[in-house]
């Protein structure tokens, strides 16, 4: 059994998720040919640096805390962070809009047990998936706005199917003039028409630390960071299962 903790509540200074597929490479002493072959399955890494501050306060205590409960033979569930440079803001087209309920005397407000509730809708819908020319597999949407750089590469695209799909986008894709696109992505994905899907979500893996556990000195003034690397787990892996726990 393999303890998977969440991730602390603090943020990143700095972060990169990326794959690797490692390969073989022979090269034939007649020809001089180069041959290569995927040597192991392809694995995601993931780097992220924690400020010892934090906006919490207490970036420090929780990555002390994180190496004590990893101890050196449990993993982390990690989410990807967005690849590309500056926010998009554009929440409301892409991902979830805010829905507003009406009665005729007005506005409806919602609530539970908890409290108010608040009422969301994914303005995207599926309209086909399939395969391109090139032989990547597509996503064809509508509902975005019109002639809209709706996708850009590197980011991920959330299809809520059962089960919910994420693949990563190959290239940048724009709305037409009616609001549709579609998107090339890597990977496969099962058809899904009429499905909601969401623009810029993440991915997730369970990771297990790269080398020995970050070290960080608190200076007598400023920040200071700790650096950590983070390598893919896959269940198989492991004796036994994963167990997710969230501890904070």
């Known amino acids: 059994m393999t303890n998977v ?6 943020g990143a200074l700095g972060h990169e998720w990326t794959r690797v597929d490692p390969v073989d490479v022979s090269r034939s002493l007649i020809t001089g040919a180069d041959y290569r072959s995927a040597a192991q399955r392809s694995r995601r890494m993931a780097t992220l640096v924690v400020s010892g501050i934090d906006n919490t306060e207490a970036g420090a205590g929780y ?7 990893l101890a050196g033979r449990h993993a982390v569930r990690l989410y990807s962070k967005p690849v590309n440079w500056g926010g998009r803001g554009d929440n409301a087209l892409r991902n979830k809009a805010p ?3 009406e ?3 007005g506005s409806v407000t919602w609530e539970d047990s908890e409290g108010s509730v608040t009422w969301e809708y994914r303005p995207l819908t599926v309209t086909a998936t399939g395969t391109d020319s090139l032989g990547f597999a597509t996503v064809t949407i509508s509902g975005g706005p019109a002639n809209y750089l709706i ?4 980011e991920f695209l959330t299809i809520y199917s059962d089960p919910a799909q994420t693949a990563e986008i190959v290239t940048a894709a724009q709305t037409d003039g009616t609001g549709a696109a579609t998107i090339r992505v890597f990977g496969s994905l099962a058809s899904a028409i009429g499905a909601a899907v969401s623009i810029g979500t993440s991915d997730t893996g369970v990771f297990l630390p790269v080398g020995p556990y970050p070290r960080a000195v608190r200076p007598s ?3 200071w ?3 950590w690397n983070f390598r893919e787990l896959f269940e198989d ?4 299962s994963f167990v997710e726990i969230d501890p904070w």
């Open 221 to 223: 003034a400023g920040d």
């Open 103 to 105: 009665d005729s005397e």
């Open 237 to 240: 892996e492991v004796d036994g």
């Open 225 to 227: 960071s700790y650096t």
């Open 151 to 154: 996708a850009r590469p590197g």
């Open 63 to 69: 990555m002390e805390s994180l190496k004590r409960l």
């Open 99 to 101: 829905l507003t309920w």
């Open 5 to 10: 903790y969440a991730w602390p509540p603090v």
